[in-house]
């Protein structure tokens, strides 16, 4: 069971910026496809963006060119920049850990990323 913790949530104003990480055990980090998504209150859990095991990203239409996903394979880690916030963007926001490979889809607790108006 591969554990996945988020943190870096926090309040920001509108057109802030605020990076949230996302920590994955196990010692074959560096296969797991990585994911961000986020349900605001009343919505369905949506995907935000991606990075593959090879480092490509794919972004939501509604974040790209604003949010930008990144890995950090030695420290298990992936960290999801966001910027230019949008009253859109408020939610919990989850990572998952996923590969096929190995039979794994993990996802975290979620960090809380409010936007104060």
């Known amino acids: 069971q591969v554990q996945v913790v988020e943190s870096g949530g926090g309040l920001v104003q509108p057109g802030g910026s605020l990076r949230v990480s996302c920590a994955a055990s196990?010692?074959?980090?560096?296969?797991?496809?990585m994911g961000w998504y986020r349900q605001a209150p009343g919505k369905q859990r949506e995907w935000v963006a991606s990075m593959t095991n090879s480092g490509t990203t794919n972004y939501a239409d509604s974040v790209k060119g604003r949010f930008t996903i990144s890995r950090d394979n030695d420290k298990n880690t992936v960290y999801l920049q966001m910027n230019s916030l949008e009253p859109d963007d408020p939610a919990v926001y989850y990572c998952?850990?996923?590969?096929?490979?190995?039979?794994?889809?993990?996802w975290g607790q979620g960090t809380q990323v409010p936007v104060s108006s």
């Open positions: 196990g010692s074959m980090f560096r296969l797991y496809a």
């Open positions: 998952n850990a996923r590969s096929e490979l190995l039979n794994i889809n993990s």
